[in-house]
């Protein structure tokens, strides 16, 4: 028998730290709010290569807005987003107490990735499709889905929009240009690709925008939607949101050892921009070029977010085992929501009491709005929908080996 | 003998693997450092080696295609896909290439992979985590496709599984992980310490790939079944007192027919059961197999209880998990009581 190489020349990335050892984000280069370079929206993308190297920051230590990416965004603009991010983030804690408590079957924070969901929405039209992995709750929020709506989806009752057939957060709003959310990862990116062709075909000046996530990027759906986008030069924005980690696989798992994510668009000559996602005002600016370039039919654009999913990947997870838990508080690149509320402050049309109450306001908000979802039902104590909708939406119609399976259902 | 559940079985059989087999290695989503979402391979990357047992870009098409290579190089991978729901990415490797290699090749290239997923539901997974997409797999030739119901033949059937030069589908009824189930969600969940099946030699030895088990002897009627549904349909027998034999087929292909026809000649009466949608389910190809072997001993028409030709919606999951009086209900049909 061979015995088994002690040694290999075979390559395996491995994280920085794991349980037990010190934080170390060493390798993470931060530039200074305001140095990265802002090209005109119908440049060449081969002019723009170091957009995707760099990162893209406004924000600077002293919450000011700085360098060509600070745009003239109205107060109000920025008020409304640190209040749709405060409220995710409460919306988040409570429903994650809730799954605890045993009232939903799972649940998945944003926590820390704020203003990557919050400030695309306000940057985009009403009109834009948004195409969001399990992690954007912040586009409902800021497009003012009704929190009881989004609550009764998470319990699986009688007003549940997706009528109970799928898992706590897997949202869809047609209403509101959002898209049914799939469990498979990266298939939706390429869909959005496909929607933003539709909008050129129509001759509409519509634009859609994907996300996913770091570790999603390995999926071939993930270059297909690259490939698509840049042949067909379609209006969509693709986002990828570098929160580090993919459960317990950080991002050099996924490739990020040897170039960044926004680097894969190079190859497909799509202008790439790499984005502090930690940093409201310059993830709205991004957004903002991207969204300009597309609707003058300049083409699509890759953005990564790079920022930190500070809670666990899910309620089924535990990052203990995998990441030393104080990394999230040594996180170099800060809270989204701290940050904007400081920038505020700065301005002078913010202040700490006024966060204060603002917080309250906005659990006082969740407390009433879970009130009101609950009296609808939850999974477990109902009133659900009838159990004869799960035949429905299989097809437009019932087809008849359908009608005779949910027959047989009801008979028993 | 040891007390395991089945994922301490699995990691059992993965152990000894890659001990005794210095080519063999375990690739697969978060199965590295963090031991697999289930913990499945829990501590082996420690034990082993980094290059021994490592996590994987999220790309099911990606790892099964490397593995494939790995495979050709002359290693024995080991895959885990996260759930069998997502399995599909890795469709076209697995149909294609995977299953052809050793035809299309005249016999020259083979890979010998072993493709282990967790499948089923009834842990409020939802329509992305809670599949039986075997009959995906039977349908392609030259796919050995398996589904242990216990910790015993979990880790004996792995280890087969393994050592096997064909490509294996490996799957694991993931409500049957941490103990047996009945079907009746309201029960306070059981564990495997409390039965026979959950004894397990800690050393290596082999459940054979093709052999069906008969886990409930009788003689009113027959129950074909797999997976999860054998203890559904283990305790529906049980609770209505029908004695009916319950066969639990362990390996789909191959297929122990000859254990099926024993027992079918025996009771002419026959109810096949499994959690798939049921349109071109497994169940399907079993009705099919046995009235071209037993059609003169049959007394009854063949009963198949199956999930609803929907997908697995995640409020309604127990209306649509086959249940118990499911089970007696077509025993019942069957029998003409
Ligand atoms: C096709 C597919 N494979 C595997 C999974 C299981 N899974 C769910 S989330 C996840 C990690 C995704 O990480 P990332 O893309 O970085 O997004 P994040 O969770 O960090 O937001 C995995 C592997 C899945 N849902 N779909
Ligand atoms: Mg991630």
């Known amino acids: 028998m061979e015995t088994v190489p002690e040694q290999t020349r075979l390559h395996i990335p491995i994280p920085s730290s794991r349980p037990g050892e010190q934080p170390d984000f060493s390798d993470i280069e931060v530039p200074n709010a305001g140095s990265a370079e802002r090209p005109d929206e119908g440049v060449d993308p081969r002019e723009i290569p170091e957009l995707a190297s760099t990162l893209i920051r406004v924000l600077n230590k002293k919450h000011e807005a700085v360098g060509p990416w600070a745009m003239d965004i109205p107060v109000d603009t920025l008020r409304r987003g640190l209040r749709y ?14 799954q605890r408590q045993g009232k939903l079957s799972f649940y998945m924070k944003s926590t820390g990735e704020e203003a990557v969901s919050v400030a695309a929405a306000l940057a985009l039209r009403s009109g834009d499709m948004f195409f969001p992995s399990y992690r954007q709750q912040g586009l409902l929020i800021a497009r003012d889905r009704s929190l009881v709506d989004m609550m009764s989806h998470c319990l699986s009752n009688s007003r549940d929009s997706a009528k109970g057939r799928q898992m706590p957060v897997m949202y869809t709003w047609k209403e509101g240009n959002f898209f049914s959310i799939s469990g498979n990862l990266g298939t939706q990116l ?5 929607w933003a062709m539709g909008a050129a075909y129509k001759n509409q000046d519509h634009v859609a925008a994907g996300w996913v996530g770091d570790g999603t990027t390995a999926e071939g759906d993930f270059h297909y939607a690259l490939t698509f986008a840049s042949v067909y030069q379609a209006p969509v924005i693709m986002n990828v949101v ?29 202008p790439a921009l790499r984005v502090d996602g930690n940093d409201f005002l310059a993830v709205y600016a991004a957004t903002q070029w991207a969204a300009k370039r597309a609707r003058q039919l300049d083409g699509p654009t890759l953005i990564e977010h790079f920022t930190y999913r500070v809670e666990a990947h899910s309620s089924s997870d535990d990052p203990s085992q995998y990441r030393p838990l104080s990394e999230a508080s040594e996180w170099p690149l800060g809270d989204p929501i701290e940050r904007l509320k400081n920038h505020l402050i700065n301005l002078g049309e913010w202040s700490e009491e006024q966060h204060q109450e603002l917080y309250q306001e906005t659990v006082e908000k969740i407390r009433a709005a879970y009130a009101e979802a609950e009296s609808y039902g939850t999974l477990t104590d109902g009133p659900r929908l009838s159990r004869s909708t799960m035949f429905e939406d299989v097809y437009k119609e019932p087809l008849p080996h359908l009608q005779r399976q949910r027959a047989q259902m009801l008979e028993d | 003998m040891a007390t395991m559940n089945m994922i301490q079985a699995l990691n059992s059989a993965m152990d000894i693997a890659l001990r005794r087999d210095p080519n063999t290695l375990i690739l697969g989503e978060d199965v590295g450092y963090f031991g697999g979402v289930f913990r499945c391979t829990a501590g082996l990357q420690e034990k082993h080696g980094l290059h021994r047992v490592f996590d994987t870009p999220i790309s099911e098409g990606g790892i099964v295609a490397v593995a494939i290579g790995m495979g050709v190089a002359g290693l024995r991978p080991i895959v885990e896909i996260q759930f069998a729901d997502y399995v599909y990415p890795a469709v076209d490797q697995l149909v294609s290439e995977l299953a052809r290699l050793r035809y299309r090749s005249g016999g020259e290239y083979w890979a010998p992979l072993t493709v282990r997923m967790p499948c089923g539901g009834g842990i409020r997974g939802g329509q992305t985590h809670s599949q039986s997409p075997e009959g995906i797999f039977t349908h392609v030739c030259g796919l050995k496709t398996v589904i242990p119901s216990n910790p015993y033949d979990a880790k004996g059937m792995l280890i087969s599984a393994i050592e096997d030069d064909d490509p294996v589908i490996f799957l694991e009824p993931k409500r049957l992980y941490n103990g047996p189930f009945d079907g009746d969600p309201n029960k306070p969940a059981v564990s495997w310490e409390k039965s026979p099946q959950g004894e397990v030699p800690e050393e290596h030895y082999t459940v054979p790939l093709g052999k069906a088990e008969i886990v409930r002897p009788g003689l009113a009627a027959t129950v074909v079944t797999y997976g999860t549904m054998v203890h559904v349909a283990k305790a529906a027998a049980e609770h209505a007192n029908i004695d009916a034999e319950i066969i639990d087929l362990r390996s789909l292909v191959p297929l122990d027919i000859d254990t099926l026809v024993e027992s079918v000649k025996r009771t002419g009466r026959v109810v096949v059961v499994h959690e798939a949608t049921r349109t071109s389910g497994f169940g399907a190809e079993l009705s099919a197999q046995i009235q071209e072997h037993c059609f003169w001993h049959l007394e009854a028409p063949i009963e198949r209880v199956t999930g609803w030709d929907t997908p697995y919606p995640h409020a309604f999951e127990w209306d649509y998990f086959p249940s118990q009086k499911r089970i007696v209900d077509a025993l019942k049909r069957t029998l003409g009581v």
């Open chain 1, 85 to 98: 991010m405060l409220t995710v983030r409460v919306y988040d804690d409570r429903m994650f107490q809730l």
């Open chain 1, 242 to 270: 570098n929160n580090q980690w993919a459960i317990s696989s950080y991002q050099g798992v996924a490739g990020g050892e040897h170039a960044t994510f926004a680097e894969r668009g190079l190859g497909y000559g799509l």
């Open chain 1, 190 to 194: 390429p869909q959005a690709v496909g």
